[in-house]
């Protein structure tokens, strides 16, 4: 039995980060393919993410998302789930979002609103998440597959909503009336105005409090509850769950409540704090990034608020960059944000067992 | 092929196989004659599904020679096996479930990128290969519709079909009925008469000396005897098998028993195979008393831990424990079982009784997670844990006393005492122990017994399940022996002797009586 160790800095730190570079790597190798230099591009899409005030509330803004949606699919990773239905989730708990806002806009304050809006937001995510979690729990239908198709469904049943039921009157887009502004999710910059500070204007708001809060809540429940206990022995050990008198079933579905009830709160984001109305496709894609968020930042919320930023600044830095440079079409920010995925989810052992082997012979010798 | 000349079908030589501290063969010698069936036994752990995987290529020997009909060859894998005429029979079996019986026979040989030429091809050598050894069965049949028994003829097939002339066969009967046992006794004496050679591998007396014409015998990774089946007795194997062993001595007292504090009555349970692993088993624990279960590992020892631990719930039978009934429309789990002052150690720490991704604050409360002591009102109490834990490793010399190291980074025996400390201190009346020092270092091995010792005089009821002979003499005030999921005998540890258990672990006590019935 090795007793050595692999030190916490190689494998949280350097490992990940050659895993990026190779990716940037990469890109600049498209860059280079269609006649773009890659370091004036990759000063682009660094200043858009990171240079000015705006930019930096865009990227905080993606990542709102993304955290939401990498505890998502972590916390049932943590279980040994994979959740593929964290889009579908963000979906349909931006439907509760919306309903409430739409039923209560004009009767209730803020301060009511908001937090029956979260916590609908989530229920409607949990709920979304049950059916498949019962189906796993209790007649063994695999979870990949049933919160894929969940989505699709989710997906046309959004379409349905929203075209027969609240569309809004005289409009011909399928999208609900703009809620009152008591219904509304204060912007970060509105909130730091009065104090003198000037953040510049972006879609950042509230709401990314709330992903930092469930940050915290994700870290007091898998390590310091006894819920969070029985998950993570689930999730590495079935049988000694058992042993444990653990039921596994009802962990199952305990575990993807929790994590159809945080994709949910993209919801709070998108519909409560930017959008101001019920449309479709607002969840663009973040329940599935959020997969990458969540491989990325191993599974702990300090990695998945980086792995977010990083993710955040990609998606805002490479829109920059499309307006700067216009032969790099979104398309090919699409295949930058590809490669990172592809380096470091889907390739993350690539180096890893070399790179391990070479500190363990060095901590051997 | 031309007629074979040499008397031998396979012959070995000195094999020697080590995996890491543990010698799994030394020195192996055998010699098989041309067309016998040649048994092969002993305990678990003494070396035969090692050294048959070494001839049939899963192994490399480190040092020694195999030969086949007088030339020696080099096995490197399965393939190099298949090819100078080896098959090998699992005892779980390798068959694709949804294929078959054609399909699966021809995996692997199919002759071609066309299917059907090779399918036809294929029927018709098997229509050949069924009538030679009578082993008639549907080809067209769907294998995970057979039973068991025309499975394994599947496998014999297969084996045959790739042109086998030597067929080994691990613990073939295991999964059978006696019925179908029998069958498979008259196949193989069929397969002998066509020039087969047969290597059977079990550890049932009884088998040994009805089907084969010579028997070797290993224990503890040596070839300890060589013997003409019709000139031995089961008496004489089952010493050869066990052997006289130093005896393992532990410092105890006489026993006091006092009240039955758990009964169990007819206990049933099936794998999901449909399998009856535990065939109506009853027992009685008293408080004081250390109630030992001696039987080769897999005949129901593990299910009757599960069962009475409340892991797996019982198909039939009834449990007595603590003023409660606990029957299969009224089952109890191991969450439930605990409440009522039942504790586990189970046989394997590792898929069991550990979570080795976890510190040892974190596994030593592993099943008590719940516990008041460990939990405020939402938040665990680390620093409680941390305490208790910190406490405990001094007690019991875990070492490194280090509470949070991964459990997977402590050696064997401090795992073990993780989860034995754990399981004993919260002061049952009743401790399950399986395997108590399986991997375990000899140091603590002592510490162990003493500690189990401990808990009877404190008048704690106790049931030790163990593969080591030794150690359920040595530790046990009463012995039951399982064999093939039930009750075979019982003895008090006072009478009792290695031949006459290992006689019973054999199944070769008392004719006519116990799992044949």
Redesign the interface.
Known sequence: MSQAKVPAWVSVGLIPLLNILLAFLVSGLVFLAIGEDPIEAAGYLVYGAFGYDEGIGYTLYYATNLIFTGLAVSVAFKAGLFNIGGEGQAYIGGLGVGLLCLWFDSSLPLLVIAPLAIIGGALFGAAWAYIPAYLQARRGSHIVITTIMFNFIASSLMVYLMVNWLKAEGVMSPISRTFEESAWLPYMHDIFAPFGFDIGDSPLNLAFVLALLCCVFYWALVWHTRWGYQLRTVGTNPTAAQYAGIDNAKVTIWVMLISGGLAGLVGVNEIMGVNHNLLLNFTAGYGFAGIAVALMGRNHPIGIVLAAMLFGALYQGGAELSFEIPTITPEIVVVIQGLVILFSGALENMFKGKIEGLFLRKAAA | MTQQTHPYSIELEGISKRFGAVQANKNIDLQVPTGTIHGIIGENGAGKSTLMSIIYGFYEADSGSISIDGQQVAIRNSQDAINVGIGMVHQHFMLVENFSVLENVILGAEGGAVLKQGMDAAREELKRLEQEYSLDIDVDAIVEDLPVGLQQRVEILKALYRGAKILILDEPTGVLTPQEADHLFRILKSLKEQGVTVILITHKLREILASTDNVSVMRQGEMVAHRETSKTDKEELAELMVGKKVRLKVNKDEAKPEQTVLSAKDLSFFDGQGVERLKKVSLELKAGEILGIAGVSGNGQSELLNVL???TPMASGEIQFAGQTITASEPK??????DLKMA?V?EDRH????????EAY?AA???Y??SEA??GS???K?SAMLEECNERMAAWDVRPPNPHLKT??F?GGNQQKIVIAREVEQNPNVLLIGQPTRGVDIGAIENIHEQIVKLRDAGKAILLVSVELDEIMALSDRIIVMFDGAVVGEVSANEADERTLGLMMANAWNEGQGAQA
Request: net charge positive; charged share 15%; glycine share 12%.
């Open positions: 631990s409340g892991i789990n191991a969450a439930q079982m605990r586990h189970p898929k069991m009784g550990l979570v080795t991704g976890f974190e409360v592993l099943g997670h719940d460990y939990n939402v938040l665990m680390r997977a980074n050696s």
